[in-house]
């Protein structure tokens, strides 16, 4: 079969599956990103390994649950051995390269232990985790940040040479707004979400970085590439540049998924979340009307951005080479659940948008067309090996290649369901529940009709998503559904049980070792 020659890996951080058009929006038209649903397969019901940007991008790029590779949170380092996209594709001499955030964090002891340092080729490699850092940036600058991180941020640079001046323009123009007496007023308040900042739109980062994908692919010339443009926006901080900060008002807003029936004696752990001052700031009146406006125009011109994009690889003659995927690393609350941020695992949360366009011939059967099989985040690094020809991993991945999916072939053996957990030592919630570090973990099994989360010493919660799929009804405590719960407690197990573990020895090799002894003369267990 054809491979692929390049591959374009987009991300937008923090885009609902719900907030595109393709996707049922009735008021947040996203043409481009639908015009490539219309070339591609849509994937209706993909889910991340972790509702939580870190774990969730490392089970991206690994192929692997948090649960395997170990990089929980956020600042938690993937740890050194683990191998990511551009481990498995540069072999086959694919460039792997980041344009914009990763949110991954060097595993310093081990590479210490080892004696690498960032600044050799194998060192930068290991420290970034596998990719090369073509233009690097997740996206969060606040200046004492900053400023502990040594000062230097190339899009800070990029915009000083532009005539923003200061210390940080970062936080000072691109996320920031105009005061009325002539002040600046921080991105980071959300109340400060629908002015418009201070950035021209060109300059923005959403801008900047379609620019540098673009320079790296021209780069590139011929050679095979994989360009990973992972969008910082909408992430917060809220703020858009005019003339995205006004587009869209009240009118347009998707009501918020919410009941009070919810609060009537909630599950402990998601009691002690709706807690958090985020979560409270939200579920205030008035907040999701200054803040959506900010994350509905982002969204609109990260979209504009890619539609000029798209139309530039078809005019270089890049577009019948190259594999694109479009998705997200989680969701976001927006108030829903009387939550802020991400986190839990409402579909909101843990649920994105996932489409991918194959430009083979094989491809043509499932063109424009979409799937509600259950697809999971680690499902990406199987299909980019096998639509690449590079060496499969079996003993490594967890995900399965959506390949067959994507030219119309019928699986038979697809699982059914899908997995994702959460380590939540690190919020005040673990505080307010006052268990310990090693203890703040929950873990979700979704099937076609039910939705299980176990949380350690606490109830579990269950939703019925065939009778509530707002999930609004826990069951989790409900004697009348407690061979559900057993079954699906059974479920999980079994997929935790199910990792792979074994990961410095591929099968082909534990297949050879039977009879090796025998033949190298150690002789076990025989009478004679």
């Not at 858009?240 to 918020?256: I, K, R, S, V």
């Not at 985020?278 to 999701?288: A, D, H, I, N, P």
């Not at 009387?338 to 499932?366: C, M, N, Q």
């Not at 006052?434 to 099937?447: E, F, K, P």
């Amino acid at each position: 079969m054809n491979t692929v020659k390049n591959v374009l890996f987009i991300m937008a951080d923090q885009l609902r599956w719900d907030y595109l058009s393709c996707y049922g929006h009735p008021n947040l038209k996203t043409p481009n990103i639908d015009k490539l649903a219309s070339r591609g397969l849509r994937f209706d019901r993909a889910y991340v390994q972790s509702p939580v940007c870190g774990p969730s991008r490392a089970s991206f790029y690994t192929g692997r649950t948090v649960f395997s590779h170990g990089a929980t949170w956020n600042r938690v380092p993937l740890p050194i051995g683990e191998l990511t996209l551009g481990d498995y594709l540069r072999p086959i001499g694919v460039r792997t390269a980041v344009v914009g955030k990763t949110h991954m964090m060097p595993d310093k002891e081990g590479m210490a232990r080892l004696g690498l340092n960032g600044k050799t080729e194998i060192g930068c490699l290991i420290s970034q985790p596998g990719f090369d850092p073509y233009e690097r940036d997740d996206g969060l600058h606040p200046t004492p940040l900053l400023r502990k991180r040594g000062g230097k941020l190339r899009y800070n640079d990029w915009l000083r040479e532009r005539g923003y001046e200061g210390e940080n323009p970062w936080n000072d123009y691109a996320n920031s707004a105009d005061g009325p007496d002539g002040d600046v007023l921080s991105g980071w308040y959300l109340k400060n979400s629908n002015l418009p900042a201070r950035v021209k739109e060109e300059h923005s980062e959403t801008a900047y970085m379609t620019m540098r994908a673009r320079d790296f692919i021209n780069e590139m010339g011929d050679a095979p590439w994989l360009c990973h443009l992972s969008y910082i926006k909408p992430h917060w901080p809220y703020i858009a540049p005019a003339p995205y900060h006004d587009m869209y008002g009240p009118e347009t807003f998707l009501p918020a998924v919410r009941d009070e029936v919810e609060r009537h004696d909630p599950n402990p752990v998601f009691a002690a979340f709706m807690g958090m001052e985020v979560s409270e700031t939200f579920s205030r009146q008035g907040t999701r009307e200054i803040v959506l406006p900010a994350y509905m125009g982002l969204i609109k011109q990260i979209d504009d951005h890619l539609g000029r994009l798209f139309d530039w690889l078809e005019e270089i003659g890049k577009s019948d080479e190259t594999m694109i995927v479009m998705t997200s690393d989680h969701g976001d609350y927006l108030g829903d659940h009387w939550l802020g941020e991400k986190e839990l695992f409402h579909e909101v949360s843990v649920r994105v948008p996932l489409i991918i366009y194959d430009p083979r011939p094989e491809a043509d059967a499932t063109r424009g067309t979409a799937t509600d099989v259950l697809v999971e985040a680690i499902d990406l690094v199987p299909t980019f090996l096998e639509a690449t020809g590079a060496p499969s991993a079996e003993h490594r991945l967890e995900g399965r290649s959506l390949q067959r999916l994507l030219h119309g072939q019928a699986s038979t053996d697809w699982r059914d369901a899908v997995f994702s957990e959460i380590d939540y030592a690190f919020y005040a919630a673990r505080e307010t529940l006052d268990v310990g570090l090693s203890d703040a973990r929950g873990y979700m099994l979704r099937t076609e009709r039910w939705k299980y989360v176990h949380f350690r010493h606490f109830p579990p919660q269950l939703f019925d998503l065939e009778n509530d799929p707002n999930e609004f009804q826990d069951l989790g405590r409900d004697p009348d559904h407690e061979d559900v719960r057993q079954r699906m407690h059974a479920g999980l197990l079994d997929r935790l049980t199910m990792r792979k573990n074994r990961v410095t020895m591929n099968d082909d090799d534990v297949r050879a070792m039977r009879g090796d002894e025998d033949r190298a003369g150690i002789i076990i267990g025989k009478w004679g």
